[in-house]
Every structure is written in structure tokens, then in C-alpha cells.
């Protein structure tokens, strides 16, 4: 086959195709949450962790694991993975018992799969896996709007290898609403009791019901010996796995930073925004957002008031709050930031809002879904 013929393969099949990968920071690079958290498995709606887009739903009495973004040396072309590690085994397993992680999307970027009409588009989903136990674990695609379900199992062994698994259109449902909500989460099944496995597995496109969704699978807490890995991370239209997207690391942080932005933690007099004192008590700064958010952010700290202050007059004036979003003068681009000082401050005069000599001190804008 000639060069050109290759290359003409090569747009017809998809693998030339830029931004065909739907998943948001796939290959793990990107980590503004720091690269380990510690005691999880507990009850859990939804807990952003360590990787960015990653997030941990849990209902578990005693199994405990930790994540965290690994160092990959044996897989060429990837530097990073999202890793799981058991630290405290669940031999007995109550029925509403679950451990799952996944990412979600937002429906506005899904309104090429077509879905709910006669001309859904298939997805494939492909990763590198590898485990220091054999195991079989599911990966659910669940549809928010509609509440729908496809579940297909993989396998993982002691060595990396691609897992692609094919889901088919599905042509029920009323589609996906155009907007920023949640339109379809991949959910990665560890572990679940029989509220979750007592039914046949929905292998195909099927109304919400729990029995079907983890049917099959293996315990990640079973053991303190149980480790998982997963990079490569890809959602496709198609029905073939294409190779991997790789994406320069700024634009795969923009991406994240769309959901979660955090300042901070550089310095222990790391400086946050400059604004000006409207009062005796606080000081209001804007913080130009790098990217649009997905909605108006709320604030995320360290939720130690000490840990922050404001520089005005000359004058270090450690908070007594933490700072906080105003609503007023915030949007997706733009978030007001409030410190407070009690009766510290001049009005009028500037202040700047800085860590107060604590290396650990952060401030996030997070629009999660």
C-alpha cells in the first residue's frame, strides 16, 4: 500500500482524527488535587481525587484503598496511570456494598453519538490495564438523562494489556440534552454486594436496574494484595480502537481546569488575587479564570482560616475566615474572591490576599459535575 493509501486508511478509520478521544485527561497526567489520597471506600456520593476527572463513589463497611497517580516505566508511550492499592481487605460483603470510579461528561459534548434515535452512533472504550492479581471487574456506560445502562465485564491480569471493548448505539431514550449537565458517565465496578450482582448482566442498551450492573465481578478489597492500574483511556465513536490520543500537556490541564482550578501551594506566601478593602472586615479580588468554567465555580480551601492572609498598608493581617466566593461579580470566567480580617482593614486602600507562610495552603474554583 502506497504512503497515501495508508494515510487515506488511516482518516477513513479515525486513527488521524484529532480530538476524537472523548475522555478528558486519559493518559493520568494531570493531577492539581496532589498524587495520593489515603483511606477511601467509605460512603462516598461522588469524591473527586488526586488524577483530574476521576472520582471515587463508594458504600463500603471496611474495605479501604488508596489512589493515586502511579509512575509508568513498562508501558511505552505513558508516563502516568491512575492506581488503585488496597490497604484494608472486605472479606465479608453486605449487600448495598460498592466501590466505583469513573469520569463523567458533559451532554453538550455528546451530541455526536446521536443518541435515542435510529441512527445512534456505537462507541468504543479501549485502556491499558494491569493488576498484580487476576481479576475480572465492568465497565458500565450509565446514561443520566434517560436512566439507562450498558455493562460489558474486562479482564486484568499481572501484565499491561489494551482492553477495547465495543457498546452499540442505542436508539431508545430521548437523547441527550444539550447543556452542561452530566449526559453519560463511564463507571469502572471493583466490588458490590448482591443489591448490585443478583441479576443477569445488561449487556445491552436497557432501563436502569441496580441487580444488573456489577453481575460477575470480582472483589478489589478482598485483599491487601490487590493493586490496579488503568492509562490510556479512550471513548470513541466507532467500532474499532483506535491508537491512543496523546495531547500536549497544557491543553489536556485547560481541559481540566474547565472543572477545577487550583492556586496555590507553591510558596508559603503564595499571592492569590489583589483587590480592595470595601470595609473594616474584608477585601474583594477578582480572579481571572484560565478557561471558562463549566458554571459559576464554588470555592475550595484548606478550611483553615489562619492559613491565609491579606497584605494592606504595609500590614500582614492574618484571616479570620476563610476567604470565600462573592456571588456578586462572579461568573464563568471570573471568580470574586472575599477575605476577612475583622476590623483590620482601612476601606479603600488595596490588599492582597496570600497564604499566610503555609506551603499546604491552596484556593480551587471547582465547577465539578
Not at 480502537?241 to 506566601?269: I, N, V
Amino acid at each position: 500500500m502506497s504512503k497515501a493509501a495508508e494515510l487515506a486508511a488511516l482518516i477513513g478509520s479515525g486513527q488521524a482524527q484529532e480530538n476524537k478521544n472523548l475522555v478528558i485527561n486519559g493518559a493520568m497526567k494531570v493531577a492539581q488535587r496532589g498524587t495520593s489520597t489515603t483511606g477511601l471506600g467509605t460512603n462516598s456520593a461522588g469524591t473527586y481525587h488526586t488524577v483530574d476527572r476521576f472520582l471515587v463513589l463508594a458504600n463500603n463497611t471496611a474495605g479501604r484503598f488508596t489512589m493515586s497517580q502511579s509512575t509508568v516505566t513498562d508501558l511505552p508511550g505513558f508516563a502516568n496511570a491512575l492506581k488503585l492499592d488496597c490497604t484494608t481487605a472486605d472479606t465479608s460483603i453486605a449487600a448495598d456494598e460498592y466501590i466505583l470510579f469513573g469520569t463523567r461528561f458533559e451532554a453538550q459534548n455528546l451530541q455526536s453519538l446521536k443518541k435515542g434515535t435510529s441512527s445512534a452512533e456505537p462507541v468504543t472504550i479501549s485502556f491499558y490495564v494491569k493488576g498484580n492479581a487476576n481479576a475480572t471487574y465492568v465497565l458500565e456506560i450509565f446514561d443520566n438523562d434517560n436512566s439507562r445502562t450498558i455493562n460489558k465485564t474486562f479482564s486484568v491480569t499481572s501484565s499491561w494489556n489494551r482492553v477495547s471493548i465495543t457498546y452499540a448505539g442505542d436508539t431508545a431514550g430521548s437523547g441527550l440534552g444539550d447543556d452542561n449537565d452530566i449526559g453519560l458517565q463511564l463507571v469502572f465496578w471493583l466490588h458490590a454486594g448482591s443489591n448490585s450482582t443478583s441479576g443477569s448482566l445488561q449487556t445491552s442498551w436497557g432501563a436502569y436496574d441496580q441487580t444488573k450492573r456489577a453481575a460477575g465481578i470480582s472483589s478489589f478489597v478482598d485483599s491487601t494484595d490487590r493493586t490496579l492500574e488503568i492509562t490510556g483511556l479512550q471513548m470513541e465513536i466507532g467500532e474499532v480502537a483506535t491508537p491512543f490520543e496523546h495531547e500536549d500537556f497544557g491543553t489536556t490541564l485547560r481541559k481540566c481546569q474547565r472543572y477545577y482550578f487550583r492556586m496555590g501551594e507553591s510558596s508559603a506566601y503564595a499571592r492569590y488575587t489583589v483587590g480592595q478593602c470595601d470595609s473594616a472586615n474584608n477585601c474583594n479580588g477578582v480572579v481571572e479564570l484560565p478557561v471558562q468554567m463549566r458554571d459559576t465555580p464554588t470555592i475550595e480551601t484548606t478550611g483553615t482560616a489562619s492559613n491565609y492572609a491579606v497584605y494592606e498598608a504595609g500590614t500582614v493581617h492574618t484571616c479570620t475566615a476563610v476567604p470565600s466566593i462573592n456571588a456578586l461579580g462572579s461568573d464563568k470566567n471570573i471568580a470574586n474572591l472575599i477575605s476577612y480580617s475583622t476590623g483590620n482593614f482601612a476601606a479603600g486602600n488595596a490588599g492582597e490576599l496570600i497564604s499566610n507562610n503555609s506551603a499546604s495552603a491552596y484556593i480551587a474554583c471547582k465547577s465539578e459535575l
